[in-house]
């Protein structure tokens, strides 16, 4: 629709200007070490993030010999990926240009699958669509780092815009079961009582522990 192509246009254009300090104003309010949270326990096979950015994750999981696969649909933060995932330990990388709600690999690719702060900027349909893909190309866990409806009405309304050109949606875990997985809230609310993190397994797959 020509509504959803400029937005995704004016999208671009802010990522493109947000893309040469992105790291370092993330790093500001503590998103490096969330992160890595994120990702904690993962230490071999294949993980792919979703919106990846600048491609922090891809540092500290190569060097635990895990390969990294990031996608992003902006150029400029892709150019700044590249220049970041080169040369760190046994781990492979590679970065891919494409489309959250439309993901280019095949069912069952990764061992894990990361989001953080990018569904939450999504309208439900196309946010529905990106977490049914997620759950589609794993084979063993969705992890995620989103604005969470917890139960704290109106909590959604303090996030920062360091993160994000506009502020977030809350998403809840109704819709994660409804893309095919089973949530589970990992820790408590982070950065002003917002963004949480959730595993996510296939439904019918029980959570090795």
């Given amino acids: 629709m020509p509504g959803s192509r ?22 500001l309010v503590g998103w490096h070490r969330w992160l890595g949270e994120l990702v904690a326990g993962v230490d071999g096979g ?8 600048p491609a ?6 190569r060097s635990r010999g895990v390969d990294y696969v990031g996608l992003d649909r902006n150029p400029a933060m892709l ?7 080169h040369g760190w330990g046994p781990g492979r990388s590679r970065l891919v240009r494409g489309d959250c709600t439309e993901l280019p690999f095949r069912t069952g690719s990764f061992d894990v699958v990361v989001a953080a ?3 939450g900027l999504l309208r439900a349909p196309q946010r529905q669509a990106a977490l049914r893909e997620l759950a589609r190309v794993s084979r063993g866990e969705v992890r995620l780092l989103e604005p969470i409806a917890r139960g704290a ?3 959604h309304r303090l996030r920062t815009r360091l993160l994000a050109f506009a502020p977030d949606g809350q998403i809840a875990l109704a819709e994660l ?11 408590p609310a982070r950065l002003a009582g917002v963004y949480s993190q959730v595993r996510g397994t296939p439904l019918g797959k029980r959570p090795d522990r």
């Fill in 6 to 27: 400029r937005t995704s246009q004016r999208t671009d254009r802010w990522w493109t200007f947000a893309a040469p300090g992105y790291d370092r104003t993330v790093a």
């Fill in 46 to 53: 294949v993980v792919l993030e979703v919106g990846c950015g």
């Fill in 56 to 61: 922090f994750l891809a540092r500290g999981l």
């Fill in 79 to 85: 150019h700044r990926a590249r220049r970041g995932t």
């Fill in 117 to 119: 702060g990018v569904l």
């Fill in 153 to 155: 009405a109106g909590t």
């Fill in 177 to 187: 079961v409804d893309a095919g997985l089973r949530p589970e809230l990992v820790g």
